[in-house]
């Protein structure tokens, strides 16, 4: 029987709060280092065209740091080029009410919003680390097994093959 890999992924994280953005803005940069690889992420947000880069650049930073804090706190082996975006999320925060002027004495309110960044680094395991599960699942099999389809005969090639059929019953 094999073993299956039953080591818990650790994930590192840091968060900035009450940004003066919204959400939907943050997102715009959040969406392009997820899943990268760390140092490829911090070249992303680091050169994005978007204000709030530097500031994904600083809580990404920071994550990378809790990760090599909480490794030698806690005597962790974990290699920092090894480490990827797991997660980049940007989430709502309190809104701001305000208030502007409008025609004839009157007010129009509208809202600030304020987002919440949060930033989850994870290690990614070397393919050598990785234990074999077992033998090959059924669906596996399934679709290997699978023969390939034929291709129907050329439209020319089966029009000449009918005429020779038609020459040797007539012939």
Known sequence: ???IAAEKVREFRAEAKFLRTSPQKAKLVLDTIKGLRVEQALNTAHFSTKRLGLIVEKVLRSAIQNATYVSQEQGL???VDNLYV???VANDG???KRIRPAPMGRAFRYQRRLSHI???VAEK???SAAVVAGPETPVAKKKAAKPAAKKAPAK???KKTAKKAVKK???
Do not use: F
């Open 118 to 120: 949060v930033i989850t």
């Open 169 to 171: 019953a007539a012939g």
């Open 86 to 88: 797991r997660t980049a």
């Open 77 to 79: 082996d974990i290699d």
């Open 156 to 158: 020319k090639a089966a």
């Open 94 to 96: 309190p809104r701001m």
């Open 1 to 3: 029987m094999s073993k």
């Open 125 to 127: 395991k070397s393919p």
